[in-house]
């Protein structure tokens, strides 16, 4: 069997690996081709040896698993390849801005104080959402029954608003229209959603128009 | 694969050893008798074959070597009124359209054998342009449906590679907040408990909340700070102030108790709940 | 940015496309990345002409479709790789395949105006098939009497049929009808009479192929 018979055997053993979506035994493997020209046992183990060779340095190694064979992504690149199927992150709800915004103009505030204010209860999970986010932190209880925690923001909620101090947020006195950026923002939401869906294309793609032109637009693209 | 459609799982037995009928060019590939016996079961089969009048038409000039642009619509008429009349002569369902186009035939004959005005524009006063045009338009795409058929395609021609993946880490992003929705909220909520113009939430008094919580923070526990220690001197009066307010707002609202042990003693401060 | 550098950019493209199992656009390949280390469009550009050339006599090869970049088996190991799949491929009606076409070649179009052409009704099966598939899509109403719907071919079309774009159909073959050829007869005479270029001829052929060309002389047909 000479070398470009080996190649293109090899060749094919990689597409079959990479078409089948699960492990490929040796058998399996050979029996891709028709018998005559069927590898033995002996020349595909040594095909697969040079298919993991020909996969250093690539994107993707030659793994052996109980039922044979079978090509994966290098675990070192999953920091990357893993944010394909990050999920979008979600918005947060009216009722966890309120709490934030309640905290950060009230503080030290108690969640009963809040809930005073808002006139609903704040859900735990809002609460547990804001601290895991290390946006506020508990400095202390109040003397009452219960001795409810206290909640005042941290210095990463400044960091996150790029502002140095309290200080520094807005005065409500001084939004005279906040009306007018409400409208804003539910634009730029919305400007957002379509922009996220015309990116993602490749699911549902309702913001193009004639195929022609979609397939223009994607030209530009790249 | 899996969202397979009644039209997709019959397309093998519409689309398997019939088509080559409808596909002829010039060599038919079934045969069917000139007498135009056909058994019923081969009619089904004839019928089934055609994608409506227009693709049967095209098949009767195709057989006849005829060109589109010269049919001679006597001979074509009848060998479709033949089919017709044998389909329902087997008293099989006759999709509307076969009928329709019938009629037309019917008409388009009886029009060519009416004497022709002297016109300078011939061809359109020809009574078959509508049907040849029909004919010409309706072929194009039956050659573009069989070129697109033999475009590569995944499944058949195309595999996507993919490999199986490795553990992944799992790391939900956070959503991201923009100031002004956060003043919304917080005007919303405020116009809701009808406090918006009571000016509890004062550009300076938010360096005071902030102090006070700076304050509490380092009061944690059960442990007292000299007074002395919650004032920084490189913050100027300034911080000295702000400091000195937070402070009493903070003994105000009962958060935190002030002790002095003797007079002009040190002054020691700890956390109320603490207590 | 140094030759190792991009060695890993182009380990960690050949992963996502391999992990991805779908088309990645250049945006969503360079979204791998975190900010400060995100690769320039040119960079990642170029790092796609260096993953086309690594897979040279491999199983598999790069190929850019309508929404991105795709990795998959190399067309001519197909015969090879088909037989992993017991089920015979797919095969489509031509009913299924003629309505395609029409959408394809003519759209925007109506089910009334692909039944004007093909002579017969569509039935809802096929239109709904290929809705299903995601090869067609609705991209608004005709403003006629019952505002029927217009459908368009989507970028998973060109996608499954390996295309990046509507231009790359093969061309629909010439109609000539009865006008095209009285006036190819007229030219004749004239050309006779004095010499012309055959360029005049054609400007206004009406089987050029570029589907925008052949959706707009479809409107004035209608």
New interface residues.
């Given amino acids: 069997m000479n070398e470009d018979h080996l190649?293109r055997v090899?060749?094919?053993?990689?597409?079959?690996?990479?078409?089948?979506?699960k492990p490929?035994s040796l058998e399996?493997l050979r029996?891709?081709?028709v018998e005559d020209e069927r590898p033995s046992r002996q020349v595909m183990e040594h095909v697969l040896v040079q298919l993991d060779k020909?996969c250093e340095?690539?994107?993707?190694e030659l793994?052996k698993v109980a039922s044979g064979y079978?090509?994966?992504?290098?675990?070192e690149?999953?920091?990357?390849?893993?944010?394909?199927?990050?999920?979008?992150?979600?918005?947060?709800s009216?009722a966890l801005?309120?709490t934030?915004?309640?905290i950060?103009?009230?503080?030290?505030i108690t969640r009963g104080e809040i809930e005073d204010?808002?006139?609903v209860t704040v859900s735990s999970n809002i609460i547990r959402t804001l601290l895991e986010?290390e946006w506020v932190?508990v400095?202390?209880?109040?003397?009452v029954p219960g001795?409810p925690a206290?909640y005042?923001?941290t210095r990463q909620f400044l960091d996150?608003?790029n502002l140095t101090?309290?200080?520094e947020?807005?005065?409500?006195?001084?939004?005279r229209d906040?009306e007018e950026?409400?409208r804003?923002?539910e634009r730029?939401i919305q400007g957002e959603i379509q922009f996220e869906s015309s990116?993602n294309?490749?699911s549902?793609?309702?913001g193009?128009?004639?195929?022609?032109q979609?397939?223009?637009s994607?030209?530009t693209?790249? | 694969m899996t969202d397979e459609t009644d039209e997709l799982t019959h397309a093998p037995a519409e689309a398997g050893a019939q088509v080559p009928l409808a596909l002829v060019s010039g060599k038919p590939l079934v045969d069917i008798p000139k007498d135009l016996y056909i058994p019923p079961d081969a009619l089904a089969v004839f019928l089934e074959a055609f994608e409506g009048p227009l693709d049967l038409l095209l098949y009767l000039i195709r057989r006849q070597n005829m060109n589109i642009l010269d049919i001679d619509v006597s001979e074509i008429t009848r060998q479709y009124m033949d089919y017709i009349g044998a389909v329902e002569a087997m008293r099989f369902e006759l999709a509307a359209e076969y009928l329709v186009m019938a009629a037309t035939l019917a008409e388009i004959k009886s029009r060519m054998l009416l004497p022709r005005h002297e016109t300078d524009d011939d061809e359109e006063l020809d009574p078959r342009a509508e049907l040849i045009r029909r004919l010409q338009q309706y072929e194009r795409f039956k050659k573009a449906a069989e070129d697109i058929d033999e475009m590569p395609r995944m499944e058949r021609d195309i595999f996507a590679a993919s490999a199986a993946l490795p553990k992944l880490p799992s790391s939900q992003p956070h959503p991201e907040v923009d100031m002004r929705e956060l003043l919304l909220a917080l005007h919303g909520v405020l116009k809701r408990a009808d406090l918006f113009t009571s000016h509890h939430v004062e550009k300076e008094r938010l360096s005071t909340r902030e102090r006070m919580s700076h304050i509490l923070s380092v009061l944690q526990g059960d442990r007292f700070v000299t007074f002395e220690s919650l004032f920084t001197i490189e913050e100027g009066r300034l911080g000295v102030v702000v400091t000195f307010l937070a402070t009493l707002e903070l003994v105000k609202e009962q958060l935190i108790e002030i002790v002095q042990a003797e007079v002009l003693g040190p002054i020691h401060v700890r956390a109320r709940a603490a207590s």
Same sequence: chains 1, 3.
């Fill in positions: 190649a090899q060749a094919i053993a990689e597409a079959a690996l990479l078409a089948a979506g490929l399996q029996e891709l081709f020909a340095g690539r994107g993707f793994k079978r090509l994966q992504v290098r675990e690149l999953a920091p990357w390849v893993g944010r394909l199927f990050e999920e979008k992150p979600q918005r947060y009216r801005l309120e934030l915004a309640l950060a103009y009230r503080q030290p204010i808002r006139g986010r932190r400095v202390g209880h109040r003397d001795r206290m005042a923001t996150y608003f101090g309290l200080d947020l807005p005065p409500l006195s001084e939004v906040l950026i409400g804003e923002i730029n990116q294309g490749s549902d793609d309702p193009q128009p004639g195929g022609n979609a397939a223009e994607e030209q693209l790249h």
